[in-house]
Each structure stands twice: as C-alpha cells, then as structure tokens.
C-alpha cells in the first residue's frame, strides 16, 4: 500500500514560490532594459557628436586655407542643422610688432538642436597669416 503522506521529494513549487520566482524575474529584467535604453540613449548622442565634429572639422579646414584671413565675427548654415558661429581675433600684436607675420585665433562653434535642446561644440586654434604691407 502507497503511502499516503507526501515525502520533501516529491514536494512541488507552491503558488506563492512561483508568484515570487515571478515578481524577482520581472525586477530583474525591467533592470536590463532600462540599461539596454541607457545606452541607445548614449550611443544617439555620441553619434551626434561625432558627426558634428566631423562637420566643425572639415569647415575648420576650409577656413584655414584661406590666404586673405581677418579678424571678424561671421556665421553660416550648414546642412540645414547646423550654424557655424565664426570667430577671428589677433593674438599678441605687441609680440609680433617686429615679424612679418599676424597671429590670428580661430574659433568655430557649431549649433544644432535635438528635441528641443541646443547642442554646440567648438574648436579653436590659431594660424600665422603674413603681413599685409602698404
């Protein structure tokens, strides 16, 4: 004759183990995708960077190739995204009174908004242009 009782091996899961199992597997992976959206967040962001400074670059480039640089403020658009904010200054005139040449800052900030938010980024350097003699 089978015994009746049940032994601690043949004991199954209880509704309350199984409900609990449950609430911790859920925490666990509501965790995991929110860190998964982190990231997306992170990467779209970087992204943006990335392709802005490639932007600030290639105009950086161009503004540096040019022979006839003066000092000045001027600002673009590029692509519909982005604005080029332009700054040329002389740096250290009484320093380079006696040279044949100007040292010029050049600064570059690009804007562009994302949701509602404006995101810049900037470079800046300088370049040493001949003297103009007259």
Same mark, same amino acid.
Do not use: W, Y
């Given at each position: 004759?089978?015994d009746?009782?049940? /032994?601690?091996?043949?004991r199954?899961?209880t509704?309350?183990?199984?409900?609990?199992?449950?609430?911790?597997?859920?925490?666990a992976v509501?965790?995991i995708?929110?860190?998964? /959206?982190a990231?997306l967040r992170?990467?779209a962001?970087?992204?943006?960077y990335?392709?802005? *400074? *490639?932007?600030?670059?290639?105009k950086?480039?161009?503004?540096?190739?040019?022979?006839?640089?003066?000092?000045?403020?001027?600002s673009?658009t590029?692509?519909d995204t982005y604005?080029?904010?332009?700054?040329?200054?002389?740096q250290?005139?009484e320093?380079?009174?006696?040279?044949p040449?100007r040292?010029?800052?050049?600064?570059?900030?690009?804007?562009w908004?994302?949701?509602?938010?404006?995101?810049?980024?900037?470079?800046q350097?300088?370049k040493?242009?001949?003297?103009?003699? /007259?």
């Open positions: 004759m089978p009746i009782v049940t /032994s601690a091996k043949n199954g899961f509704l309350l183990e199984i409900l609990v199992a449950l609430v911790l597997l859920a925490t509501s965790v995708l929110q860190l998964f /959206s990231n992170t990467l962001v970087s992204e943006e990335v392709n802005a *400074a *490639a932007i600030a670059d290639t950086m480039k161009e503004i540096l190739e040019k022979e006839d640089l003066e000092p000045g403020i001027q673009e590029i692509e604005r080029a904010d332009i700054t040329i200054t002389e250290l005139q320093r380079t009174e006696q040279v040449f040292l010029l800052e050049v600064t570059l900030t690009l804007r908004v994302v949701g509602g938010r404006e995101r810049s980024f900037s470079l350097t300088l040493a242009v001949a003297k103009l003699i /007259s």
